[in-house]
């Protein structure tokens, strides 16, 4: 039952990260040109360059603001990698090796073997 459920959980996140990957990759790219924005903004010796830079740098970052729903798909993208990290881990808590020599403790590992 655990492998069905985090095979939905995943099949709606992969849904969810394509949907939302045109977002993503405006977002990269917005983020990116930001980021040449700014070494260019102070690169540049006169005001007025400095100006021209500092507008064109708000227009870019309205532009990444509004692929807010980007967000959602780096959010899928990161349940995508908890499920694949989740997949084939094995969930037996009750079951530990002790190095005690008590008779009741070897007694529940025995047990817990014999059930396997």
């Given at each position: 039952?655990?492998?069905?459920?985090?095979?939905?959980?995943?099949?709606?996140?992969?849904?969810?990260?394509?949907?939302?990957?045109?977002?993503?990759?405006?977002?990269?790219?917005?983020?990116?040109?930001?980021?040449?924005?700014?070494?260019?903004?102070?690169?540049?010796?006169?005001?007025?360059?400095?100006?021209?830079?500092?507008?064109?740098?708000?227009?870019?970052?309205?532009?990444?603001?509004?692929?807010?729903?980007?967000?959602?798909?780096?959010?899928?993208?990161?349940?995508?990698?908890?499920?694949?990290?989740?997949?084939?881990?094995?969930?037996?808590?009750?079951?530990?090796?002790?190095?005690?020599?008590?008779?009741?403790?070897n007694f529940e590992r025995?047990?817990?073997?014999?059930?396997?």
């Amino acid at each position: 039952m655990k492998k069905f459920m985090l095979f939905v959980g995943g099949l709606v996140a992969l849904i969810i990260l394509l949907a939302n990957l045109g977002p993503m990759v405006l977002l990269g790219l917005s983020l990116w040109l930001l980021y040449v924005i700014f070494k260019k903004f102070v690169r540049s010796d006169s005001t007025a360059g400095k100006v021209g830079w500092i507008i064109l740098g708000l227009f870019i970052a309205s532009i990444a603001f509004s692929n807010i729903y980007a967000v959602i798909g780096l959010a899928a993208a990161y349940a995508l990698y908890l499920i694949y990290k989740n997949w084939n881990k094995e969930d037996d808590p009750m079951v530990h090796v002790m190095e005690d020599d008590d008779p009741f403790t070897n007694f529940e590992r025995e047990w817990a073997e014999l059930n396997k």
